[in-house]
T-cell receptor
């Protein structure tokens, strides 16, 4: 079944440092892995996603890597800024036929200290 | 509308009452999800619609919870005999068919007193 584990649950970094958040999944049929950022009191918003036929994707300071063999994917944020402070969620899309669902990790609270 | 719309934004109800939460997805999105999020936690899957049918309702916690999407667009999450433990943020998300970005509504904060 679908299960996503996310680590760490909290992460504190100094401004300018890099931050890495890791997720593992169990369903080998999973084929889409989005990352969401949720600021306090706001809705989750997609920041980057990766599909199973790609190993890495970058968008400015954000990158995601996927290792299908090991069933894990990671979010990398470089040159962190205070506005990066938020809760980040990984997710996987898994299922079959017409029955797919998006399952989320428990989240990582990232704090970027000025 | 341009985004996913949820109403009401806040709902306070007494224990034992019935509530309905509404989600209006992005036009043309066939997939619709309901999640429940408690403070400091990730979104917890409740139910997923593909078109009008509930493709997966395995996340509904018990038979007090029910959701419909009769015309494949607007969905209503219904909670009977509410309990204090039902208090949470209820989020709705919609996406195009399979593996495309899911957009969230702003949520309905339900408080059962």
């Amino acid at each position: 079944g679908e299960n996503v584990e996310q680590h760490p649950s909290t992460l504190s970094v100094q401004e300018g440092d890099s931050a890495v958040i890791k997720c593992t999944y169990s369903d080998s049929a999973s084929n889409y892995f989005p990352w969401y950022k949720q600021e306090l009191g706001k809705r989750p918003q997609l920041i980057i996603d990766i599909r199973s036929n790609v190993g890495e994707k970058k968008d400015q300071r954000i990158a995601v890597t996927l290792n299908k063999t090991a069933k894990h994917f990671s979010l990398h944020i470089t040159e962190t800024q205070p506005e990066d402070s938020a809760v980040y969620f990984c997710a996987e899309l898994a299922g079959g036929g017409s029955n797919y669902k998006l399952t989320f990790g428990k989240g990582t609270l990232l704090t970027v200290n000025p | 509308g341009a985004g996913v719309s949820q109403t009401p934004s806040n709902k306070v109800t007494e224990k034992g009452k019935y509530v309905e939460l509404r989600c209006d997805p992005i036009s043309g999105h066939t997939a619709l999800y309901w999640y429940r999020q408690s403070l400091g936690q990730g979104p917890e899957f409740l139910i997923y619609f593909q078109g009008t049918g509930a493709a997966d309702d395995s996340g509904l916690p018990n038979d007090r919870f029910f959701a419909v999407r009769p015309e494949g667009s607007v969905s209503t999450l219904k909670i009977q005999r509410t309990e204090r433990g039902d208090s949470a943020m209820y989020l709705c998300a919609s996406s195009g068919y399979l593996g495309t970005e899911a957009f969230f509504g702003q949520g309905t904060r339900l408080t059962v007193v």
